[in-house]
T-cell receptor, first 115, second 109 residues
Framework: IAGITQAPTSQILAAGRRMTLRCTQD?????MYWYRQDLGLGLRLIHY???????GKGEVPDGYSVSRANTDDFPLTLASAVPSQTSVYFC??????????????FGPGTRLTVL | GQNIDQPTEMTATEGAIVQINCTYQTSGFNGLFWYQQHAGEAPTFLSYNVLDGLEEKGRFSSFLSRSKGYSYLLLKELQMKDSASYLC??????????WGAGTKLIIKP
């Protein structure tokens, strides 16, 4: 693995179903993020984790949950998908340090369609 | 509130120069990023400014004025491969990135 991987690449999901988007990084970054990107709205932060074992809510957390059991993995779960969750989802990571800048590296994205 | 404003779309000619502006308003400020995103791909890092002034990196330069809450990305000698969206993002007091909606740059031959 080099960088950040996401799975699946794309998915069509029936409304009401549960879905987990996977994200794995091998850069040993302490911080990880989940964004959704919708046309005309830019990237919006869903959840983040500044270090393994901790998570925080972003701008649009409702309907989503995350866990950070270890440094490398940061799965995003939709407990009961709704059509408004149709979007492109990007996972990102950074070597977060409050005394320095926070360049984020992005995975290739997951295109999710909820019908 | 927190807000990032940038033009939705710009058009420029191959070989020319284009300036993409960004204004920001955040709770605290710890730097400004520019990212490039080609259609269907992930954003990739272009530049970072935390102090006032111009940062030059090859054909790309980025400028910051903290007092005016303003930045621009300058692209010189435009090439067709520069056709992409350019995302402005400001770091807030919690060091989280607040993103603009992006500027789609169309390059014409």
């Amino acid at each position: 693995i080099a960088g950040i991987t996401q799975a699946p690449t794309s998915q069509i999901l029936a409304a009401g179903r549960r879905m987990t988007l996977r994200c794995t990084q091998d850069m040993r970054h302490n911080a990880m993020y989940w964004y959704r990107q919708d046309l005309g709205l830019g990237l919006r932060l869903i959840h983040y984790s500044n270090t393994a074992g901790t998570t925080g809510k972003g701008e649009v957390p409702d309907g989503y949950s995350v866990s950070r059991a270890n440094t490398d993995d940061f799965p995003l779960t939709l407990a009961s998908a709704v059509p408004s969750q149709t979007s492109v989802y990007f996972c990102a990571s950074s070597d977060f340090d409050s005394s320095s800048y926070n360049e984020q590296f992005f995975g290739p994205g997951t295109r999710l369609t909820v019908l | 509130g927190q807000n990032i404003d940038q033009p939705t779309e710009m058009t420029a000619t191959e070989g020319a120069i284009v300036q993409i502006n960004c204004t920001y308003q955040t709770s605290g400020f710890n730097g400004l990023f520019w990212y490039q995103q080609h259609a269907g791909e992930a954003p990739t890092f272009l530049s970072y400014n935390v102090l006032d002034g111009l940062e030059e990196k090859g054909r790309f330069s980025s400028f910051l004025s903290r007092s005016k809450g303003y930045s621009y990305l300058l692209l010189k000698e435009l090439q067709m491969k520069d056709s992409a969206s350019y995302l402005c993002a400001a770091t807030d007091s919690n060091y989280q990135l607040i993103w603009g909606a992006g500027t789609k740059l169309i390059i014409k031959p």
